[in-house]
């Protein structure tokens, strides 16, 4: 029913830049929250950053100030934007979505298939 594709995900050294896509699609009637988690080996999924349905934001301590979270409702898409990356921001990022479908009451968590980012030092 919905789908989360994430894109823009590489190979970066210390310093530089990337920005994340998520780009949501289906049957989707609105999206509620978007974030941004990551995942390094052995280690738990952690919360990136957040962005609600009236714009205000969250962001993780070890990021704030260097990343920059958006989206664009009309388009069902959010990003990240990733300034003066660090190695320890090398991980998987997960994008997530809490969506209410058309013809349905309920609101439901949906995540993307993952992107790799890594930073080299």
């Known amino acids: 029913q919905v789908q989360l594709v994430e894109s823009g995900g590489g190979l970066v050294q210390a310093g530089g830049s990337l920005r994340l896509s998520c780009a949501a699609s289906?049957?989707?009637?609105?999206?509620?929250?978007m974030a941004w988690y990551r995942q390094t080996p052995g280690k738990q999924r952690e919360l990136v950053s957040q962005?609600?349905?009236?714009?205000?934001?969250n962001y993780a301590d070890s990021v704030k100030g260097r990343f920059t979270i958006s989206r664009d409702n009309a388009q069902n898409t959010g990003y990240l934007q990733m300034n003066s990356l660090k190695p320890e921001d090398t991980a998987v990022y997960y994008c997530?979505?809490?969506?209410?479908?058309?013809?349905?009451?309920?609101?439901?968590?949906?995540w993307g298939q993952g992107t790799q980012v890594t930073v080299s030092s």
């Open positions: 997530n979505a809490h969506i209410r479908l058309i013809y349905s009451s309920g609101t439901y968590s949906y």
């Open positions: 289906g049957s989707i009637a609105s999206i509620n929250t």
């Open positions: 962005i609600f349905s009236d714009g205000s934001t």
